[in-house]
């Protein structure tokens, strides 16, 4: 709507403020006032009696708010505005009675003011029709200021504005979300939170950087977050996982907060990995409460005075084997309510050419249709496509079921009627990467393409009917030489199968291509895919299809 309104002056959006609900835009009057600030019929605006332009003029002839009713009646009708206001009640109530006895009021003052009765009638009948959809106005100036000046700092101070509006919502996770991609989509990068480095709210380390408030963890909340930042702004960073955990009151942050810390990424510092400081965890946090027992008893270390044993000797976290994507994005959404690592559908980016034809962003950014000549809705025939994200947002209105696809740079909206929906629900579950069919069409009422589902289907069971070829990228430049063993206990899980292996196996002399015997052909399952990327990295290997199994070759 404000496209198509091109505000240029404040009391433009202070009129969008009051037009921007159901009754105006249902009715009509909102294509009304667009139109006749731009002039677009070429006639001039018709204020229906010279004494109403003052009301009307800022509206451009159109009856917007509840004061201009009051001023119509005090204008023409010689109302007092403790009457105007009888008006506007009698008006918003639509009490037959009321409004007959008001009707006479209004046409005997306008008698008296020697307005045409003709024209006092088609005046009380607008002002009768509009008062139904009429906003108050000194409200509608309020919300305006706050929008105007909430625009302005998210335009000139992007990280700052923004910061603020996550901090403002840290317990709602579906608006954290939804803020994510608009940090995103404006270019702002999202830090994960960090126990050295975050504060309690979220914070702007620089221009363009936003980094997460540890008091947006689940699990943890506002005030263990500012118990843990006191402690380090007191007596300094934390240095291991045992110094933590001995300052700390683990009777406040249990283990369940402590797991969201380590899950979240705000603990990366202190191990190799994620699942080595978890397994570290129970042990770190039995040496910090018997040493707390043992000051209780008064049973301190003779060097207890010299040195801090948290500091100085802590003891080493044993590694672990590194989570896979999946398992790491997992372990995120539970810590943060949404992934920062990456997106479900990064495991598959290498797969799509052979998977699906289209991309959202690419539907997305399809030129709109033509407005209709006559106005009413925009008529487009459907056509097929074919894409692939990931289901959020599901809910079910009426016989409708409505959702959104996400790749992680866009996401389209998705609709189905219960008999689709009942063919397919087996398939529909929120945050599952999906491959869906159906019609794209353009939507007037949300001003955007959206697709009519027709198909879905599970990626996993696509790739693992589709893919005919792994190629795995083994880079050997950092001293990894290739490992038979290795490789092999790797693969062995997955074979046999009809998925072709090569290595694409790269030293410091140069690079060659390595085909694996038949022996060796693996099922291409999302275990392996989590196995492959927790190994090689998420462009480290790679599926192909018949089509594409040439360029692999």
């Not at 033509?370 to 925009?378: C, D, K, N, Q």
């Amino acid at each position: 709507m404000i496209k198509r309104l091109q505000p240029d002056e404040f009391t433009d959006i202070i009129a969008l403020v009051a037009l921007f609900r159901p009754g105006p835009l249902e009715s009509g009057m909102v294509d009304d006032f667009i139109q006749r600030k731009h002039s677009k019929s070429g006639q001039p605006i018709d204020y229906m009696h010279p004494d109403l332009q003052p009301v009307l003029e800022d509206t451009y002839g159109v009856i917007v708010y509840q004061e201009q009713v009051m001023q119509i009646a005090q204008k023409l009708a010689g109302y007092t505005l403790g009457g105007a206001d009888m008006l506007r009640r009698a008006m918003g109530k639509k009490k037959p009675e009321e409004m007959a006895k008001q009707r006479e009021i209004f046409m005997a003052g306008a008698a008296k003011n020697e307005v045409d009765p003709a024209k006092a009638k088609q005046i009380f009948d607008l002002m009768e029709k509009f008062a139904a959809y009429g906003f108050n106005k000194s409200h509608s100036a309020a919300y305006a200021l706050l929008a105007y000046q909430t625009v302005w700092l998210k335009a000139h101070y992007p990280a700052a504005f923004m910061a603020a509006v996550l901090s403002a919502d840290m317990d709602n996770t579906d608006k954290l979300e939804f803020m994510q991609r608009e940090c995103k989509s404006i270019g702002l990068r999202l830090l994960a939170p960090d126990i050295n480095q975050s504060a309690a709210k979220f914070s702007v380390p620089g221009d363009l950087q936003i980094r997460y408030g540890l008091g947006a963890l689940k699990g943890l909340g506002k005030a263990v977050a500012d118990t843990i930042v006191e402690l380090r702004e007191q007596d300094g960073e934390f240095t291991s996982l045992d110094n933590f955990c001995s300052r700390v009151n683990t009777q406040k942050v249990n283990k369940r907060a402590m797991e969201a810390l380590v899950n979240s990424g705000a603990l990366d510092a202190f191990g190799p990995n994620r699942p080595s400081i978890l397994a570290g965890l129970p042990r770190a946090l039995d040496k910090a409460e018997q040493v707390s027992r043992d000051k209780a008893a008064g049973q301190n270390d003779m060097f207890g005075d010299l040195v801090d044993p948290f500091v100085a000797g802590a003891t080493a976290i044993r590694q672990v084997p590194e989570w896979g994507f999946s398992e790491l994005l997992q372990s995120e959404r539970q810590a943060l309510g949404l992934y920062l690592s990456g997106h479900p559908l990064d495991l598959y980016r290498s797969d799509l050419r052979y998977i699906c034809k289209d991309t959202i962003g690419g539907l997305l950014g399809r030129k709109p249709p033509a407005p209709a000549e006559e106005g009413g809705y925009r008529r487009t025939k459907g056509e097929d496509v074919e894409v692939v994200g990931l289901l959020t947002d599901f809910r079910k209105r009426g016989n409708r079921v409505t959702m959104f696809l996400d790749d992680g740079e866009h996401r389209i909206e998705l609709q189905m009627f219960r008999d689709s929906f009942d063919n397919l629900k087996h398939l529909i579950e929120n945050f599952k990467v999906r491959i869906v069919k159906g019609q794209l069409r353009w939507d007037d009422f949300i001003d955007g393409w959206r697709i009519a589902v027709s198909d879905m289907s599970d990626i996993d069971r696509v790739v693992e009917n589709r893919a005919t070829h792994l190629l795995i990228n083994w880079d050997a430049t950092d001293g990894h030489q290739l490992d038979v063993a290795e490789l092999e206990a790797l693969l062995q899980p997955h074979r046999p199968g009809r998925c072709a292996v090569s290595i694409n196996y790269t030293r410091v002399e140069g690079s060659a291509r390595i085909h694996l015997g038949d022996s060796w052909c693996v099922r291409p399952t999302p275990e392996l895919r989590d196995r492959l990327t927790a190994v090689f990295g998420l462009n480290g290997f790679a599926f192909f299809g018949d089509a594409n199994r040439r360029a692999a070759a």
